[in-house]
Every structure is written in C-alpha cells, then in structure tokens.
Nanobody
Framework: QVQLVESGGGLVQAGGSLRLSCAASGRTFSAVAMGWFRRAPGKEREFVAVITRSGPTTFYADSVKGRFTIYRDNAKNTVDLQMNGLKPEDTAVYYC?????????????????WGQGTQVTVSS
C-alpha cells in the first residue's frame, strides 16, 4: 500500500506563486512515476505534470508549461510542484498520484494511488 498526502494549497493573487508538496509513504519503491492532476469546479480532473523514476524525465500540460515545475526528492520521498505566474484558471483541487505500471502518464486511469487533494484558489 501507498499513502500520499498533499500540502501547500491556499489562496493567492493572480501572478503569485505557491509550492505544493506530496509526501509518499509505504511501498513507494514500486513507483515508476509521480504525477499531479487537478480538478477545477465543474470540470473533469486533468493532467498537470509528471516526473518519472528513471532519468528523471518531466512532462507538463501545455497550460502550465513554463510556469510550473515538478521536483522529486528521493531521500524525503516527496514530490513538489512549484507554481509561478498563477492565473485564476489555475484554481482547482490539486491531486498527487503514483503510477506503478505501464500506460501513458497523461491519463489518470493509469495511476494506482491518489492523495486527498489540496485546494488552490487564485483571485483576479
């Protein structure tokens, strides 16, 4: 089993920054990638960023590329998401997820464990 706990959400003005953190515990050695997704009000959950175990390699949604950066600290078993230049459309609940198997990292169905989510609200 794996447990994921997100932290760092909050309220920020447009143009501001936030750093989200995901603490992983349990059988984390089985992870091939760790990702961040988000769900905005009235919308489906969408991919934000992912970092692979090997490499590591990072991938980002077009909507956040150049503004968000995903980091991994293997010693601490954490994955952070640094969010700069925040926009009101970034308002959402952000979820950390762990992927153990194959399949595209862009799709939530390929992830095996999820955190409870943390709210990010960007005011205009």
């Amino acid at each position: 089993q794996v447990q994921l706990v997100e932290s760092g959400g909050g309220l920020v003005q447009a143009g501001g920054s936030l750093r989200l953190s995901c603490a992983a515990s349990g059988r984390t050695f089985s992870a091939v990638a760790m990702g961040w997704f988000r769900r905005a009000p009235g919308k489906e959950r969408e991919f934000v960023a992912v970092i692979t175990r090997s490499g590591p390699t990072t991938f980002y949604a077009d909507s956040v590329k150049g503004r968000f950066t995903i980091y991994r600290d293997n010693a601490k078993n954490t994955v952070d998401l640094q969010m700069n230049g925040l926009k009101p459309e970034d308002t959402a609940v952000y979820y950390c997820a762990l992927k153990q198997g194959s399949g595209s990292a862009y799709y939530e169905r390929n992830y095996d464990y999820w955190g409870q989510g943390t709210q990010v609200t960007v005011s205009s």
